[in-house]
């Protein structure tokens, strides 16, 4: 499933061209995917207005406009993509939102595990899908080695689980709670209340190091996830445990062992990590 560098490449490349564009036309080809679709909702916010700003909050674009805001969320096999007008629609092409140019974007969900949702102005922080997410640990305003361990305290899960759990931090997904962890040299099944002030400092730096990392290299992919252009990421060539099983770690040389959190895969060195 994409994590924050993936949807922050996206929100980038989606950006750099819509703001000051206003969509034509916006078309829907299924009133639901994960949930139901709210298409006239969209459409007064979308069509003849100009984008004005594009975010991201956690996993999901924002696309504003003065009317409000269409959400995305890609969920395990969603693509943003710009296309050309007169390019064959691709099957699970869910929605297009075309620009007066005559390129447009296209939603295409296979799994249809994604969201296409309306967010009024005034509910930015309010909204279902927004309110109860952590913090953005790439805001420069947010003391991440501080939030983390206030957090923590009462936590006895595993600190891999704990930092995947989106009301404490979001975008810290299996890949990047895995690969901070072994930056960090720190065990990921170590509990979180266990792991120290000092350690959440390093932990921290990790965090953002992988994190900024990876959005430089255009995210990761490892099945489906694709930029505004329909170009996979490339950091999983810079992964260092994360589905490297059995092979030497590239620290000490000891082998990547994979055992299971909370139903999900965990890479660690036995070594590097005890």
């Given at each position: ?219 990761t992919t490892l099945r489906d996830y694709r930029n505004k ?6 950091f999983q060539t810079n992964l260092a445990v994360y589905g ?31």
């Amino acid at each position: 499933m994409p994590e924050l560098p993936e949807v922050e490449t996206l929100v980038r490349g989606v950006r750099e061209e819509l703001v000051g564009q206003s969509f034509v036309n916006v078309s829907f080809f299924r009133a639901d995917i994960r949930e139901p679709i709210p298409v006239a909702r969209l459409k007064e916010i979308l069509t003849a207005q100009p984008v004005h700003s594009v975010t991201r909050r956690g996993k999901y674009m924002l696309i504003h406009t003065s009317q409000g805001a269409l959400g995305v969320h890609l969920g395990m096999s969603g693509k943003f993509v710009l296309s050309e007008k007169h390019e064959p629609h691709v099957l699970h092409t869910h929605a297009i939102f075309e620009l007066g140019d005559g390129r447009e974007f296209r939603f295409i969900d296979p799994r249809r595990f994604g969201r296409l949702f309306s967010i009024e102005t005034k509910e930015l922080d309010l909204h279902p899908f927004l309110a109860k997410l952590g913090v953005e640990p790439l805001d420069l305003g947010v003391n991440l080695q501080k939030h983390l361990f206030v957090d923590s305290r009462s936590r006895s899960q595993g600190v891999k689980v704990f930092l995947m759990d989106s009301s404490v931090v979001v975008g810290v997904g299996n890949i990047y709670a895995s690969e901070s962890l072994w930056r960090a040299r720190i065990n990921p099944h170590t509990s979180a209340k266990q792991i120290t002030l000092k350690m959440y400092s390093k932990l921290s730096q990790k965090i953002i190091e992988v994190l900024s990392e990876a959005i430089n290299a255009g995210g990761t992919t490892l099945r489906d996830y694709r930029n505004k252009d329909g170009n996979p990421g490339y950091f999983q060539t810079n992964l260092a445990v994360y589905g490297r099983e059995a092979k030497p770690c590239l620290k000490c040389g000891a082998k990547i062992i994979k055992t299971t959190q909370a139903a999900r895969s965990t890479y660690q060195c036995p070594v590097c990590q005890k």
